[in-house]
């Protein structure tokens, strides 16, 4: 069995409401890191994190915003799809259907196999999570579990399920921005994409 070390980043893009996510991390691992800031987005905030943070063999890193909330026996779920399988899982959140992923579990070879890139530095808040996919599709590195039940449910305010912000309204101001970079940026190799310094 993998380690049962699991490495939390919590994007908290949102004021600090406390959701129980936090505190099902804060109880049980010690390994939380919380970033983000209000008004530039996730983007810069997590691709600063993934190239700097200490990751060891064996470690699953999972990238989480405030507004998700994990259904009772997350982590054992978790740990046993790792089992037999190396990369990432895309979940079902009860809100995206499209190739998209919303929270990023993946495994310490995973991260390494993306040259730790998360969420490029190009991006402000938007289609970072769109790439991530891409690059991982190309990577053969992901596990589609979408028709498996809800283990994180996403309380987006698009679905109504919470109220919009100032970070959403950021958000939706760049998203023109974002997109036009995803274009730009899916015209690239995939070795381009996961070197840090191109845009």
Same mark, same amino acid.
């Given at each position: 069995?993998?380690?049962?070390?699991?490495?939390?980043?919590?994007?908290?893009?949102?004021?600090?409401?406390?959701?129980?996510?936090?505190?099902?991390?804060?109880?049980?691992?010690?390994?939380?890191?919380?970033?983000?800031?209000?008004?530039?987005?996730?983007?810069?905030?997590?691709?600063?994190?993934?190239?700097?943070?200490?990751?060891?063999?064996?470690?699953?890193?999972?990238?989480?915003?405030?507004?998700?909330?994990?259904?009772?026996?997350?982590?054992?779920? #978790?740990?046993?799809?790792?089992?037999?399988?190396?990369?990432?899982?895309?979940? !079902?959140?009860?809100?995206?259907?499209?190739?998209?992923?919303?929270?990023?579990?993946?495994?310490? !070879?995973?991260?390494?196999?993306? !040259?730790?890139?998360?969420?490029?530095?190009?991006?402000?808040?938007?289609?970072?999570?769109?790439?991530?996919?891409?690059?991982?599709?190309?990577?053969?590195?992901?596990?589609?579990?979408?028709?498996?039940? #809800?283990?994180?449910?996403?309380?987006?305010?698009?679905?109504?399920?919470?109220?919009?912000?100032?970070?959403?309204?950021?958000?939706?101001?760049?998203?023109?921005?974002?997109?036009?970079?995803?274009?730009?940026?899916?015209?690239?190799?995939?070795?381009?994409?996961?070197?840090?310094?191109?845009?």
């Amino acid at each position: 069995m993998r380690s049962q070390r699991m490495m939390q980043f919590l994007m908290q893009r949102f004021a600090a409401r406390g959701s129980p996510l936090d505190q099902a991390v804060d109880s049980e691992f010690d390994d939380v890191l919380i970033i983000g800031t209000k008004k530039r987005g996730p983007c810069q905030a997590v691709h600063r994190l993934s190239t700097t943070v200490a990751v060891d063999p064996g470690d699953i890193l999972i990238l989480a915003s405030d507004d998700f909330y994990p259904r009772p026996g997350w982590d054992a779920w #978790v740990l046993n799809h790792f089992e037999k399988f190396d990369g990432a899982l895309m979940v !079902n959140d009860g809100l995206q259907t499209a190739p998209i992923l919303t929270i990023p579990i993946l495994t310490y !070879n995973c991260f390494m196999a993306l !040259n730790r890139v998360l969420n490029h530095p190009s991006y402000h808040c938007c289609r970072a999570d769109v790439e991530l996919f891409d690059n991982l599709f190309e990577l053969g590195m992901i596990k589609n579990l979408r028709r498996n039940p #809800v283990m994180f449910e996403h309380r987006h305010y698009s679905a109504g399920k919470r109220e919009k912000d100032e970070n959403d309204t950021y958000a939706l101001k760049k998203l023109p921005e974002d997109r036009k970079t995803y274009v730009r940026r899916m015209k690239m190799s995939l070795d381009k994409r996961l070197n840090h310094g191109i845009g």
